[in-house]
């Protein structure tokens, strides 16, 4: 007799987790609009800040969503997809990170409407890439022009990137920095802006207030002079950067030296000696009296500079002396016999000031520099990471304006605009696909409903109120936070780069359709790191 029983087949390793269908979705979706959920809070002027305490007690208090999404450690993979769009929207602009992850957010828990009705996940998916290519030609009609000479939008740019965060006390004056430095840095070439961002150095320093903090036309370096008896300050510098050392060098062989006599060993002290000499007379004449060294300075060589009056610096960072190059127009040299007048470097003035309880190297007043710093002061060691932080976005901010050319006025003016175009756009549109445009247009209200929420207002009269000023015309009305009525976000001065509004809805559709296409979850067996919570379990572990 035929045995009808059927013997399971196994084709994954023992102890292997698969969640399939629907249930593989919903898990992923839920995952992520936790990500979204957790960052939301800190949207716009009235958003709040994180604390986040790590495994060793540092503490971290921010409001940066990509700052967040990295101190958290998530580990379920859908959510990474979102931490990896907050990572993208940083390396591209520097700031917008947190309306990325919320439109993510947003547009998967439109989606997952629609797939309860039973919409195909790739019905879902090709209409959010129709609407995603909608929405980049509506926001590229709505950018408006500017260049480097409108310094007054680009000071609304930066204060608009640092409202909510913890250097708004002082946006006034940091902007004022921000726009001077980027500045003094960018390049033109065949009529396009280059700007590279990390020509601009943040230093930071605990100690006085955010309002000390500084533009400085060049570089400070976190070292002191190598030796006491130098002169603490040389104007009209001349500066030699080395990347050799000031010393004897070992041999590259274990060689024993023998001496029989005593005049021999004072003949092998005053031989090294007169090396080291020769080596410090070989930079000086070149007329240098600034030296800043990526290696060591022998005693005897700090000695001899001394006598000459030079202020020098050992074991400088590799970037250090790179950014000093192009702020100063000195070359790098590697071998001390080949320097040369012509390697030198100039700056107005190169002085050594206490900052706090330690001293730095201030290299100021360089011509021209390509390089500049701006150093952050304030109260508490959290305050001055807080404010560099919001510098970052600033910075961010005004170079993506400068190079893409294009600015729109922030305070969820550009997304109801987007939402009410889409929408339109939708009723053109035949079949299911229709449905999923009409997700998206609803999802761009997540921004202004999120800063209403953020103010403690009531986002169903602030969306009405938004909405029926966009029908009559009025293209830049965003939501007032303070007073909860709807203002000219333009006239307001609240301005952002159109690059922010591009890059976040490229990201969010790429992150949401790439989601949405997953309908099999297989994670490793339980010795592997990282694995997935089985169905029914809370998605991710925060």
């Known amino acids: 007799m035929a045995n009808n029983q059927i013997q399971p087949i196994f084709i994954l390793p023992e102890g292997t987790q698969r969640s399939t269908g629907r249930s593989a979705q919903r898990n992923n979706i839920m995952a992520a609009r936790m990500v979204a959920e957790t960052v939301r809070t800190t949207l716009g002027p009235k958003g709040m800040d994180k604390m986040i305490v790590d495994s060793l007690g540092d503490v971290t208090v921010t409001n940066d969503g990509v700052t967040i999404l990295d101190e958290m450690q998530i580990e379920h993979p859908a959510a990474k997809m979102m931490v990896e769009i907050a990572k993208t929207q940083e390396d591209e602009i520097g700031d917008g990170t ?71 006390n002082a946006k006034e004056k940091l902007a004022d920095l921000t726009v001077r430095a980027i500045k003094a840095i960018l390049e033109k070439s ?39 008896g130098m002169p603490q300050r040389i104007e009209g510098a001349k500066i030699a950067l080395l990347d050799a050392a000031i010393e004897i060098k070992n041999t590259e062989i274990d060689a024993k030296i023998q001496i029989t006599d005593p005049e ?40 001899f500079f001394v006598r000459k009056g030079v202020y020098a610096i050992r074991r400088a ?17 590697s071998n001390i016999k080949e ?138 009305s965003g939501i007032n936070v303070f007073t909860g009525k709807p203002m000219d976000a333009w006239k307001s001065g609240v301005i952002e780069p159109l690059k922010i509004k591009t890059q976040a809805v490229s990201s969010a559709a790429e992150v949401a359709v790439m989601i949405l296409r997953i309908d099999d979850v297989i994670s490793g067996s339980s010795e592997s790191k990282g694995q997935m919570p089985p169905p029914g379990q809370p998605p991710m572990d925060m």
Not at 120 to 127: D, L
Request: with cysteine; net charge negative.
């Open 98 to 168: 947190t309306t990325a992850v919320v439109l993510a957010g947003e547009l998967l828990k439109n989606s997952e409407e629609l797939l309860e009705m039973n919409v195909h996940p790739t019905v879902v998916a090709r209409g959010y890439r129709l609407a995603e290519a909608k929405a980049q030609e509506i926001l590229k009609k709505m950018g408006v022009d500017v260049s480097e000479k409108d310094d007054s939008i680009l000071r609304k740019i930066a204060m608009t990137a640092m409202t909510g965060k913890g250097a708004e």
């Open 190 to 228: 065949d009529g396009k802006i280059k700007i590279n961002r990390e020509d601009v150095r943040l230093e930071k320093k605990v100690g006085g207030s955010v309002d000390d903090s500084e533009l400085i036309e060049g570089i400070v370096l976190d070292k002191e002079r190598v030796h006491s």
């Open 264 to 303: 021999q060993l004072q003949s092998f002290i005053d031989q090294e000696e007169k090396m080291l000499r020769d080596k410090v007379e070989k930079i000086t004449s070149t007329g240098a009296n600034v030296i800043i060294c990526q290696k060591g300075i022998d005693d005897i060589a700090q000695y």
């Open 317 to 333: 960072k590799k970037s250090d002396l790179e950014a000093l190059s192009r702020a100063t127009g000195a070359k790098i040299v």
């Open 339 to 476: 320097i040369s007048a012509s390697d030198l470097g100039k700056a107005g003035l190169v002085e050594e000031v206490k900052v706090g309880e330690e001293a730095m190297t201030y290299v100021r007043n360089c011509h021209n520099p390509k390089s500049v710093t701006i150093l952050i002061r304030g109260g508490t060691e959290h305050v001055v990471d807080e404010v560099k932080r919001a510098m970052d976005d600033s910075i961010g901010d005004v170079s993506a304006s400068l190079v893409d050319g294009k600015v729109v006025a922030g305070a969820g003016a550009p997304e109801v605009e987007l939402s009410k175009e889409l929408r339109k756009y939708a009723q053109s549109l035949s079949g299911r696909e229709q449905l999923a445009v009409q997700a998206f247009a609803d999802a761009m209200d997540i921004i202004p409903r999120t800063l209403a929420e953020n103010a403690g207002l009531d986002p169903i009269d602030v969306l009405t109120d938004l909405k029926s000023q966009h029908d009559k015309g009025a293209k830049w």
